[in-house]
């Protein structure tokens, strides 16, 4: 049997693997010492990226930003470094260009590279059920289907060119930032005009203005007002860089997109970076004079 290797086990990474180990055996490598002791004796630890690219065959990895995935990846130390894996998987956004970047990098030790970007944060992870996008070598992804399925029900297969998994990944996440932002916006208008949030959302979510961001987000995240959706804002700002970057290198017009972007960096600048994406409702709350949360006033 293959032996598994899973690098990165973040909020999405932690319970992805977790799902994998039920039917492989697994290696872990992450930089928190915390991350590695919720697998306790049922995994094999790895000291270093290298290591853990030495003992296993077949390696995932779930990090957070393009340093990251080069330091971890093509580093010192680094995936690069191992002497036995042949498949790498990579599941985080790093967008088209580095996901080309990290394929030819390690192409050169006969290391193939699967992109399998995947959607849905870390509720759906728990319960097995994202969206992954796959692309890369065909055969590959035959080879580490039954592997993402314990983590995803719905996968789909874009296309050989390692870009196009980054790609999709990237029109997904713009499209589900662009929700959000304009649900925030109409909902705050709603409240400033005394209409109770939660039945706006009722309403909505049984019209044509459902979305994502009402259904779930704005729903379960903002109303109770616990903002722990599982996306910080400084990787959302990264994702949708990536997005008017490919954009921009297709001559794609990026009206809208331009706005939702530094909607999404504005909010990030006045919450901090590393808040949950849904704090991008707090500044358009400030500015309006009234909460979702209560849908009453602010006292000036």
């Known amino acids: 049997m293959n032996q598994i290797g899973f690098l990165g086990l973040g909020a999405i990474g932690t319970p992805m693997a977790q799902r994998i180990r039920t039917v492989a055996p697994l290696h872990v490598f992450d930089m928190d010492p915390a991350a590695i002791a919720q697998f306790g004796e049922c995994a094999g630890v790895a000291s270093s990226p290298a290591d853990l690219a030495s003992c296993v ?3 995932f990895n779930c990090l957070p930003s393009a340093e990251a995935h080069r330091r ?3 580093g010192a130390e680094g995936v690069l470094e191992g002497s036995r894996v042949e498949h790498v998987v990579n599941v985080g956004t790093t967008g088209p260009f580095l996901a080309r970047e ?3 990098v ?5 290391i193939e590279t699967l992109g399998a970007a995947v959607s849905g944060g870390p509720h759906l992870a728990r319960s097995g059920t994202l969206t992954t996008i796959a692309s890369g070598a065909l055969a590959s992804f035959e080879l580490v289907r039954p592997l993402i399925e314990t983590y995803s029900n719905k996968i789909y297969f874009v296309g050989v060119d390692i870009e196009q998994g980054q790609t999709m990944k ?57 903002f722990d959706y599982g996306g910080r804002l400084q990787l959302v700002c990264k994702d949708l860089d990536e997005y008017l970057a490919k954009a921009r290198s297709l001559s794609a017009d990026t009206t809208l997109s331009d706005l939702v972007v530094a909607l999404y960096h504005k909010a990030a600048q006045s919450e901090g970076v590393d808040s949950d994406m849904t704090c991008i409702v707090r500044p358009l709350e400030r500015e309006a004079g009234v909460t979702l949360r209560e849908s009453t006033r602010f006292d000036h």
């Open 170 to 226: 990237l029109i997904n996440n713009v499209l589900s930032a662009a929700n959000l932002a304009i649900a925030a916006e109409a909902l705050v208008t709603g409240a400033r005009a005394g209409l109770d949030p939660a039945l706006m959302l009722e309403i909505l979510n049984n019209g044509t203005g459902q979305n994502s961001a009402t259904s779930t987000k704005i729903l379960r995240h903002v109303l109770p007002g616990t």
């Open 57 to 59: 065959d077949i390696l």
């Open 102 to 104: 990290i394929a030819d």
């Open 72 to 74: 971890a990846l093509l």
């Open 106 to 110: 390690l192409a050169t030790r006969r």
